[in-house]
């Protein structure tokens, strides 16, 4: 059993499913590969963008209504993908998962992990309301200094790593961090982040295979299903103890010269 909670199946609202056959093609790929449910979460990019909720919930009402008819059995939920910004709020409908006013699913900019983050999270948290990071093996600001994952989980954050970073979709950095997030107990969801049924498409059932032969059958659960239904809930997520990621130390000339002598 898989719970999906970052996906861009709505149509018509951002950069995912182009149509309504392209929305349903993906409810399909994900019901075929043991995904029980999935949130939408289309992109908020600044405040301004609230003011697409009513079509975004409209569109979401719609595609329940079109996956049922449709015979599919897999579970819809609704939440965003915000973008982070220094004047984010959470008090739209679509802010947090299922409107549970306590988990965000939250993106930076793939080159820089922006420096009003820190504190904004900070202040967030102690409304208790907990930060998902959106893929960091993705972004630039977590690939040349890895211990900043650790200090964000340690500040209470979450991660969200995408399946096709496992799957080296992304590039060899983005894979080599997300192993490393998992090895180290800080990723705590594997989701889809879909767009199509094609070049980003669902492929959670081969990733889950991957997780549970690396880390073995309770990670897997725990990163496909428990944590994501959690996330879903608005109830507590159990975390594993971080282990602490230092950088990797790079030897000097000198010492790199000893080793041939
Ligand atoms: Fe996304």
Same mark, same amino acid.
């Given at each position: 059993m898989i719970v999906d909670i970052h996906t861009h199946i709505l149509p018509y609202v951002d950069d995912g499913a182009e149509n309504w056959d392209v929305s349903l093609e993906l409810l399909q790929q994900a019901e075929s590969q043991g995904v029980i449910a999935m949130v939408a979460t289309p992109h908020i990019?600044?405040?301004?963008?609230?003011?697409l909720e009513e079509n975004i919930i409209t569109k979401y009402r719609e595609l329940k209504k079109r996956a049922r008819e449709n015979n599919l059995k897999i579970k819809l939920y609704l939440g965003c993908e915000i973008y982070a910004?220094?004047?984010?709020?959470?008090? *739209?409908?679509?802010?947090?998962y299922n409107n549970n006013q306590k988990y965000f699913l939250v993106e930076f900019p793939m080159t820089s992990i922006p420096q009003f983050v820190a504190q904004k999270f900070f202040d967030l948290i102690l409304e208790e309301k907990t930060p998902i990071i959106a893929h960091p093996e993705r972004n630039a600001g977590f690939i040349n200094k890895p211990s900043l994952a650790y200090e964000f989980v340690q500040r209470g954050a979450l991660m969200q790593i995408n399946a096709l970073s496992l799957l080296g979709k992304h590039g060899s950095k983005p894979k080599d961090l997300a192993y490393k997030l998992i090895s180290y107990n800080l990723a705590h969801f594997v989701a889809?982040?879909? *767009?199509?049924?094609?070049?980003?498409?669902?492929r959670m059932a081969e990733c889950y295979e991957i997780v549970a032969s690396q880390w073995g059958a309770e990670k897997a659960k725990m990163l496909f299903y428990e944590n994501p239904a959690k996330a879903i809930k608005g109830i507590s997520i159990d975390r594993e103890e971080p282990i602490p990621l230092h950088e990797e130390?790079?030897?000097?000339f000198w010492k790199r010269m000893k080793l041939f002598n």
């Open positions: 990019l600044n405040e301004n963008d609230y003011r910004q220094p004047d984010m709020t959470l008090d *739209h409908k679509i802010s947090t889809s982040d879909s *767009h199509d049924p094609e070049k980003r498409s669902v130390q790079k030897q000097s």
